[in-house]
Structure formats: C-alpha cells, structure tokens
C-alpha cells in the first residue's frame, strides 16, 4: 500500500465551504497505507488511525498574516515535510499551488510524485510554475485552467453518496427553490431575484431559500440583492436564511423541488452536483455542466431564461419530476462518486 502527503487549506467537517474534504481523507484512508495531513489550520475532526493531521496554526486565535507570521508557517511548513519524508512516497496538493511553489523542487528531487489538484476557470504564471513542477494535474471542469495539458487529468468531483442522498421522509414543497452559496458578485443572486419577480408578474405561487452569507467586502453587494428582493420579503417568498454547515444540506436538497446555481461559465460546482445525488432538479447557468445536464442549463444572466426553466420544472408532474430525480443521481453515482474519486487519485498517484 501506499504513503501519502496531503496539502490542504483546512481540516474541519464544520467548516462551510471546505467541510467536504474531511470526507475525502476519511475516504482516502481505506486505500493508502499512510496519509499525513499538512493544513493551514485544523477544526472538528474524527479521521481513523492512519491518518495524521498537522496544522501550521491559522485556527489559533491571534493568526495573523503579516509578514513575519508567513516566513514563521513557511518555516513549520518546510519542517514538518523534512520531518514526515519517510512517512509518505508521494504528494497530493489540494488547490493551493503556493505549496507546490515551495517544496515541489524538493519532492522531485526526493522522488516524490506530485499530483496537483486545480479545479479554477483562472490561472496566473504561479498556477503554470506549479503545473510545471507538478507529475499530475487533476481537475474537474473542462473549462479548468489546469485542463488540456499533457498532465491535465480530468477526475470524479467527489461527491459523498452515502450521506448525499433523497431523505424518504421529506417530501418536497411544491414550487420550492434553493440556493446554497456565497452572496456575492460572481455567484450572481441579482438574476435570481430578477427571475423570481418574474414569476410574481405572472402570479406562479413559489418559496425561494437563500442559503449563505457574504464577506465583508461583498457587504453593499447583498444590500442591493436585498433591497431588490424587498417586496418578495415582505410577503414570505423569499428567505436569506444564513450559513449552513456541508453535512446538514442533503435534507435541503431533499425538500426542494428546484436548486439554482449561477457561477458563470466553466465552473464546476460541487454543489450542483450535490443536488443531483439527492434528487433535486439543478437548474445552472455552467457550461460545464452541458455534458450531462443540457436541458437544466439557463443563458448566463439571463433572468428571463432562468424563469422559464424554473417555469418547466414546476409543471413537470410528479411522476416526471421523481423518475428525473433518480436519473440524475444514477449520473453522479456513475461519474462523481466519491469511492470513484478514492481509487483514481490512488492509481495515478
């Protein structure tokens, strides 16, 4: 069996965006002999015996990011893979390509395979350095940045169908529309709201559910989502409702008849496929999903397209709306299985 190092921004099943790769590791650990977890900071976790976790200590209380502090935690980072050399034959890179910056000369020299995964539409001359210095290039998407190359590995997103999955207890409520993400400008919540209003003009009886929160600097963003939805507020159908944690969105999923997605072109958003496994109808402006979901994909920022798509779901009859649902999780389940993901990530690396 094999020895693994893994380079990742965060272990924590709690955390909102990145809870998702606790489960990935748990899943890794089946297969590799080893694995040692170097992140940059380190939450609620229960992983099994083989796997080690080793923060560089953002989750202390006083992090800082000033100067001295990155030389400090470059220096812990460089110690702590001189220190675990004889604990891992190869190297797995999750997104963070500074990492692959620092210590890929080593690894080479070392005789460690590197496998990089990078899944962003965008790049920079760093993101080519660390390809270059990469053995492997995973990604998703094929609008990836990283896609196309000699090294370039399209992989199975990963998705967790155990716990991912329809809750036969919930049923979902009629006309019912969910959206899980960020409130921000590149997730586009302004053409959702356009497109709701849309379907108040033509007197449709609908819910909306905003999932999510914005940064501080996308502060004004979510004033003008909110004050376009005022009115839709007032009467009750549409909700911001706050974060939500990973492991609590499949009984969202499941008593949701419609998820939107709008990240724009080439993103390959996990929770779209999310949705999928759980039998929602995904409705998503991303190209990169015309492979599987062709009929579900609205024109980029086009409220009245994404109206008349939400339209269609809704008059789809019971019947078609579940024999749906079970045709795009049996997808995830063929593609983007997470058990998938474990045995070809340990095949190529």
Known sequence: MKKILIVTQSIDKKNLALGFFHEWVKEF???FEN????????GDYDLPSNVRVISLGKENANFQFSIFNKAKYIWNFYKIIWQERKNYTSVFVHMNQEYVILAGLWWKMAGKKIGFWYNHTYGSIFTKFAMFLSDIVFHTSPFAFTANTE???KMPAGIDTEKF??????????NSILYIGRIAPVKDLMTLIEAVLILEKKGLDFNLNIYGEALEKDHDYKQKVLS?????????????CGSVVNSETPDLYSSHEVFVNLTPRGNFDKTVLESMACESMPIVSSEAFSDIIPKYIFA???????AEKIEFVFSMSPQAKAEGGKKLREIVLERHDLRKLSEEIYKFI
């Open 35 to 42: 694995i040692v977890v170097v992140c940059l900071e380190k």
């Open 151 to 153: 090294k370039s590995i």
């Open 29 to 31: 650990s089946k297969s």
């Open 300 to 306: 980029e920022k086009d409220a009245g397209d994404l």
């Open 228 to 240: 376009l939805a005022k009115s839709l507020i007032e009467k009750g159908k549409v909700k911001f």
């Open 165 to 174: 999955k329809k809750n036969i207890h919930i049923l979902p409520v009629k």
